[in-house]
Structures are given as structure tokens and as C-alpha cells.
């Protein structure tokens, strides 16, 4: 096994809060640390800060100052509060464009402009789910929407920082966010990515966040050097890791090297997007695993962790999935 592998899973492990001596005390800690978790599946992303909080519960993650919106990659996360005046500066304007172009395929831009205010009301009236929210539209005479429309309008409207959702995933009216200048919200990227994902350059922060290399660039140089390999934490990776699907430890560099050997990268990725749960064996995937009959399974495709990290672990999970 090269060495400088070796260093840099063991940096990338503490950076991630994935070690013992860098686990967080709160969940909105562990979604500070890595500037969200992927949130599209509700339980992925709880599942993901209860790997970097110890003893975490449903119900604690139920009541931190998280928030649901869209943000690296247009994609939803799970972010702390604290955070979203920064990221909304980087991200929304950028998300709106893709979202905006969605339906001018569809056809219907100005049906969902039409929606807009009504939409903002009714979920200042109360919390909705995304059910409730259409079938409201409906009864003030706007059209149905189709699936694809449907997955698009929330993610759209969250842009103009109106509405966000909550840890389960229920629409809020919400005051826009303060301003934050670019400028200042690339260099608070740079900083943040660098402590939570490096060591990284700027082709992982590119790939990470969807910007475009030359504002990957900046938001590092901002940040100032990178730690020398000399400085890098040494920690020994725990025996058994079992990440969620879609955790920021497979999502958050150009490649998933060097966890992910290259010839085993469609274990985890089988196509379609969809970014299996992981089984780390010491800081290497080794295999894949899945709830069966309430129970995590594994599917090995390289050595199998120690049983009892294993069991250890599967335990844990069970008892978050029962808090």
C-alpha cells in the first residue's frame, strides 16, 4: 500500500470527522465540518451525521438549527443554519439559472411565475409538505404540474430564499437571507472546504461545488497554502466505517481515490446517480451495505471488516434508525 495513500486517506478521514479524536458533540457541528450533507433521502443524510456524532438520535437532528435547501452541484443538502447567507451568495443565482431553464423546456415559465406569491403564502400560512403545497396550488386555480415540473418548482423557488424545508423534509416560508459579497463568500468557501475536505486542490473544489475552475482557484488562494504532508493528522482509520449513501466523503474530491480503489468504483456507483452506502475497512472500501429485515447487510467486493467492527457499527445504525 503506497504510503502517500495512507497519509492522505488518514488527513481526508480527520478532516471529514470520520476519526475518533475528530467527532463532532452536535449534528449542525458535523453539517458545519463538511458544509452539508447530501439531503435528498431524509434518512441518508441523517445517517450521515450520526458517522461523525456520536450516540446522534433522530430527534436530536429533528431539533438543530439545520435547513434543507440546494447548494453544491444544485443538489439539496442538509445545512446549518449559520451557514446559509454564504452559500445562498454563491449558489442561488447559479442554481436559479438551470432551474429557470428547466421549464423553459417544459414549456411553462409563466405558469410557475404565476404560482410564485401564492406559493410563498401558503407556506407562511403553516409548514407544508410538498403534497399539500400542489393540492393548495390547485384549489387557487393553478394548473397541476407534471413529475418532472414538480421535482424542479420547489428546488427553483428555494433560490429566490423564500422557502426552505426543515430536518424532515416540510416547506417554510423564510426571510431572504443578509447579503453576502462573492468575494467574501469564495474566501469563506475556500477556508471551509480546505478544513473539512482537504488536503484538496482546486479541481476537487471545482468538482465538489460546480463552480467554475477559476472561482475554485480563488477561494483557495483566499484560504492562503495548503498544510505541508509532514502536518497532516496520522490518525489510524477505525476498523469498520458504514457511511450512508451519498456521504460528502465520496462526493467531495475530482476522484474517490484513494478509498475507492478505480476498479471498484461501480460497487458504489451503479449508474443513475445513485451513490451506494459504503463499508470502510481502516479507510478503504471494501464493500457496499443495505437494511435487510431492519438489519445492515453487507456486499463485500474486497476484504470484510472485523465481525465485531461490523456488528459494532450495524448496531449503532439500528439504534439511530429506532431514536
Known amino acids: 500500500m503506497d504510503a502517500d495513500d495512507r497519509r492522505l486517506r488518514a488527513a481526508r478521514l480527520a478532516a471529514q470527522r470520520l476519526t475518533p479524536a475528530t467527532l463532532c458533540a452536535r449534528p449542525e457541528d458535523a453539517a458545519l465540518a463538511v458544509i452539508g450533507v447530501q439531503a ?18 433522530r430527534a436530536a437532528v429533528r431539533a438543530a438549527p ?13 445545512i446549518a443554519a449559520s451557514d446559509r447567507p454564504w452559500l445562498h451568495a454563491l449558489f442561488a443565482a447559479r442554481n436559479a439559472r438551470v432551474f429557470g431553464a428547466r421549464f423553459e423546456r417544459f414549456g411553462i415559465v409563466e405558469e410557475i411565475r404565476a404560482m410564485c406569491n401564492d406559493v410563498v403564502e401558503l407556506c407562511a400560512e403553516r409548514p407544508r409538505d ?13 394548473p397541476s404540474l407534471k413529475q418532472g415540473p414538480i421535482n424542479t418548482f420547489v428546488p427553483w423557488r428555494s433560490t429566490q430564499g423564500l422557502i426552505v424545508t426543515d430536518t424532515a423534509g416540510i416547506l417554510q416560508a423564510a ?12 474566501a469563506i468557501l475556500g477556508a471551509r472546504y480546505r478544513a473539512g475536505y482537504g488536503p484538496c486542490d482546486a479541481t476537487d473544489l471545482a468538482k465538489w461545488s460546480s463552480l467554475p475552475i ?10 492562503g497554502p495548503q498544510d505541508d504532508i509532514d502536518a497532516w493528522p496520522t490518525d489510524e482509520p477505525p476498523p469498520c466505517s458504514l457511511l450512508a449513501a451519498f456521504d460528502t466523503l465520496m462526493l467531495g474530491h475530482r476522484t474517490r481515490q484513494p478509498f475507492v480503489a ?21 479507510g478503504v472500501a471494501t464493500g457496499t451495505w443495505s437494511i435487510q429485515k431492519g438489519h445492515p447487510a ?12 461490523f456488528a459494532s457499527e450495524a448496531t449503532d445504525i439500528r439504534r439511530f434508525l429506532a431514536s
Open 66 to 78: 439545520l435547513r434543507r435547501t440546494w447548494t453544491a452541484r444544485g443538489t439539496v443538502h442538509l
Open 175 to 186: 426571510d431572504p437571507p443578509p447579503p453576502v459579497d462573492h468575494d467574501e463568500a469564495l
Open 214 to 223: 477559476t472561482q475554485a482557484r480563488r477561494a483557495l488562494e483566499a484560504a
Open 298 to 309: 453487507p456486499a463485500w467486493f474486497g476484504p470484510p471488516t472485523p465481525a465485531a467492527a
Open 40 to 57: 435528498q433521502d431524509l434518512r441518508a443524510a441523517g445517517l450521515a451525521l450520526r458517522s461523525r456524532v456520536p450516540g446522534l438520535t
Open 130 to 142: 410538498r403534497a399539500s403545497l400542489l393540492r393548495a396550488l390547485l384549489e387557487r386555480g393553478h
Open 262 to 282: 478505480a476498479e471498484h468504483d461501480h460497487h458504489i456507483l451503479k449508474g443513475g446517480g445513485m451513490l451506494k452506502p459504503v463499508a470502510l475497512n481502516r
